[in-house]
């Protein structure tokens, strides 16, 4: 038997110990654990493959395989057995190697001999480091017991290649972790540039004891801190009020989890042979990634994801490294983060030069603040939570949706160029603020603002905008645990028009469900949740809320002018029934004492197709229009703008969207409602210009983007760019940005 028993895994892992504190360099340490390893497992051969890029394993140290392939044998990330283990991290076990699907025979190794062959990954908590293996050439499986066992030692290893036991000179190993440039694909949640030095959310444990010297005292740290866990859970799982049904079952799958026997069984066996707790603890949660990226379901990745924060805490308690590790922050933080909640982003606040995520949607809680709070946004930025370091250089191109991890010169200097030039710009609209937006030929056109925070009101005299054109009221829902109260709620709403010193501001109601769901909310399981059960649908079926806030707002006017926004009307009847409400809520305050608002302004956001098309009669009876540009976008060209498959595959300024804009504006027109245009499309100079000159009077954007739209239409004339459009729209031109483009270069 081969087996490695317990007792001669924890032998191995003490001379691994030894040999890591040994004064020695990198590539002669490498050769002695591999000599170790074989030797324990008495296999005939032992190689450590190491990644030198993310896409490229490297042979960095055997024995019992030609040394001269040592640093020149290179496998892609999937190709041949050591390459699928690298990319599904999970074994490889066979007897005949050779048969294998997959296998590639690499004749400068001199392999062909031996027959058997396992391969383990060294990953540490998803960070894939490299790929263990052992062979002999004995045509047998290796034993379940070997196989856990080198997964043992390859924990250790990925820990001590985490602290750069393994660095040598030049390039004659992988370089150190963390101190090369990485670029990182994700995609745009909010734009802007930034340019910054790294801040975790979430400080990564870093465990400098892998080996456990005492199993039993191990084992006692190890039951210490899992009762510190459950009695934490527990704690929380007591203070969660009635009515926090999502965060009640998400505490539930805690404490099932933390009371678990078989995560415990399988901790206590990582220490029996021979690691710490710690390093335990991280052996299976690194096995618990792997697994979740092999899951299809969301339901089931997101409890593995529970599983994962419940490592990190249990983490945190056995090596004394809270969130608080004594580190400063930057003066200009970047924060990085696997997600984040929209409270906890309010509480970093403005003092972010910006955000990246792993996970997050375009329209997600932290997105939505990340635009409240004009901070770049980048999300789906794979690994960086693995990749980064707090105080790390980073820039984020959220325009883009790009991260660059300890830059170069050349790419610092390309970023920081376009940065100035941005500033540049900013300070060249600032000119521009107390000026109107006004188009050459005369035409008028209204800037507002968009908004969701009293921490954007200062904005408002700043940016030069005339007023709020969206107000979005859900922010003070998302970012408490419980339903806010009536008085709270007109407090606040009091506060942002006293800011707003006179200026209109257009107060939407209630805009919650799909991707925006409130924490104290069962979220609904619907296919399609962006067309499903939200906003306006939710507030008229389930009619406390939305009354509690229609009352808030009039208590807030104090007898000032109100102005309040409907959202996803889809026909005239939700309106009528959403107005009906208001006009009783009306008659009731007055009836309790409360003044009526001196006037008063009921409108609808036209955010899917069906209202363009609504009775000549609803146009006249709303007081005016708000065109909700990222929604009807979405829904008129069926492409959910959460799939960065399809989001960007359809241009807006594509003739027959702008057939749409140009029927609502002559709907309006003919009915003398006034229309606006609310979303990132307004904010973005060629769009907007594009609607000015299609007939919409007034748009509502990011503080940032009026500038940049004010000093373009003070350049053209509007009616002679609507007559290019119009032609170009009755020849039947599919797409009109070249047209537009063409019209500016001729001014």
């Keep these: 038997m081969n087996d490695l028993s317990e007792s001669e895994s924890r032998k191995l892992l003490r001379r691994l110990q030894d040999t890591l504190a040994t004064p020695t360099k990198g590539q002669e340490r490498l050769d002695r654990i591999t000599h170790l390893i074989a030797d324990s497992m008495r296999s005939q051969v032992c190689s450590i493959y190491l990644f030198r890029d993310a896409e490229t394993l490297e042979l960095c140290a055997t024995e019992g395989l030609n040394p001269e392939a040592v640093h020149k044998t290179r496998l892609r990330l999937g190709e041949g057995l050591v390459g699928r283990v ?37 990953q540490r908590v998803g960070e894939k480091l490299g790929v263990l293996v052992v062979q002999s050439k004995e045509a047998r499986e290796f034993s379940e017991d070997e196989v856990y066992g080198l997964e043992v030692v390859a924990m250790v290893l990925a820990e001590m290649t985490e602290l750069g036991a393994f660095l040598g000179e030049g390039e004659a190993l992988t370089r150190a972790h963390h101190t090369y440039p990485v670029m990182i694909r994700g995609a745009s949640g909010q734009e802007g540039a930034a340019k910054g030095r790294v801040w975790l959310h979430e400080p990564r444990v870093v465990i400098t004891n892998p080996v456990g010297e005492d199993p039993e005292r191990e084992l006692e740290r190890l039951h210490e801190a899992m009762s510190a866990l459950r009695e934490s859970v527990d704690r929380m799982l007591a203070e969660v009020v009635v009515g926090d049904g999502d965060h009640l079952q998400v505490l539930e799958t805690y404490k099932m989890f933390a009371h678990s026997r078989g995560w415990l069984r399988r901790m206590e066996e990582d220490i029996a042979r021979g690691l710490s707790a ?30 994962d924060d419940l490592s990190h805490r249990l983490l945190r308690l056995l090596t004394g490294q809270g969130r608080d590790t004594g580190a400063e922050m930057p003066e200009d933080p970047v924060l990085v983060a696997r997600n984040i909640g929209p409270a906890e982003l309010l509480e970093y606040g403005r003092q972010l030069k910006g955000v990246v995520l792993e996970e997050g949607s375009v ?38 949706g790009i991260v660059h991890l300890r830059p170069d010169d050349s790419v610092a200097t390309a970023f920081g160029e376009k940065i100035a030039m941005q500033a540049e710009a900013q300070s060249r609209y600032a000119s521009l603020r107390d000026l109107p937006a006004q188009a050459r030929c005369g035409t008028r056109i209204k800037l507002t603002m968009n908004a969701g925070l009293m921490a954007d009101l200062p904005s408002l005299a700043s940016s030069g905008a005339e007023g709020v054109g969206l107000f979005r009221t859900e922010l003070q829902f998302l970012v408490r645990s419980h339903v806010p109260r009536r008085a709270e709620l007109a407090a606040i709403y009091k506060r942002v028009m006293d800011a707003a010193e006179g200026r209109r501001v257009v107060f939407r109601t209630l805009d919650i469900g799909s ?38 707002l009039v208590r807030a006017a104090q007898g000032r002018p109100l102005a309040l926004m409907f959202p996803f009307i889809a026909t005239a009847g939700e309106f009528d029934r959403a107005r009906e409400m208001f006009d009783k809520v009306i008659a009731r305050e007055q009836a309790l004492g409360h003044p009526a608002p001196s006037g008063i302004e009921v409108g609808a956001m036209l955010e899917t197709p069906s209202l363009a098309f609504a009775p000549l009669s609803f146009f006249r009876a709303a007081d005016f229009i708000s065109i909700g540009g990222n929604d009807l976008k979405q829904f008129f060209f069926a492409a959910d703008r959460e799939n960065e498959r399809v989001r960007r595959r359809y241009d807006t300024l594509d003739g027959s969207f702008l057939r749409l804009i140009r029927q609502i504006v002559e709907r309006c027109d003919e009915a003398g409602t006034p229309l606006s245009y609310c979303g990132e499309d307004a904010g973005r100079p060629l769009e907007a210009l594009t609607f000015a000159a299609l007939g919409v009077r007034a748009l509502s954007m990011r503080p940032a983007s009026i500038g940049p739209v004010k000093h373009l239409l003070r350049r053209v004339h509007l009616g002679d760019l609507s007559d290019e459009i119009q032609a170009a729209m009755d020849r039947g031109v599919e797409n009109l940005r070249p047209v537009v483009l063409g019209c500016l270069s001729h001014d």
């Design 86 to 122: 690298a990319r599904t991290a999970r074994p490889v076990n066979t007897g005949n190697a050779p048969s294998v699907k997959g296998f590639r025979y690499m004749p400068e190794t001199g392999e062909e001999i031996y027959s058997s062959f396992l391969g383990v990954p060294i």
């Design 278 to 307: 710690e390093a335990a603890v991280e052996k299976e949660q690194s096995s618990a990634r792997a697994r979740l990226e092999q899951v299809p379901d969301p339901y089931l990745r997101d409890r593995l994801h529970d599983l």
């Design 363 to 400: 329209g997600s809680h932290a997105a939505i603040v990340a635009r409240a709070l004009a901070i770049p946004l980048v999300i789906h930025a794979e690994r960086v939570t693995t990749e980064a370091l707090n105080g790390d250089p980073i820039l984020v191109d959220g325009d883009q």
């Design 515 to 552: 991707d925006k769901v409130l924490p104290y909310m069962k979220p609904q399981d619907e296919p399609n949740p962006a067309m499903g059960w939200r906003a306006i649908r939710l507030g008229l079926d389930r009619p406390g809320v939305l009354k509690m806030q229609m009352q808030a």
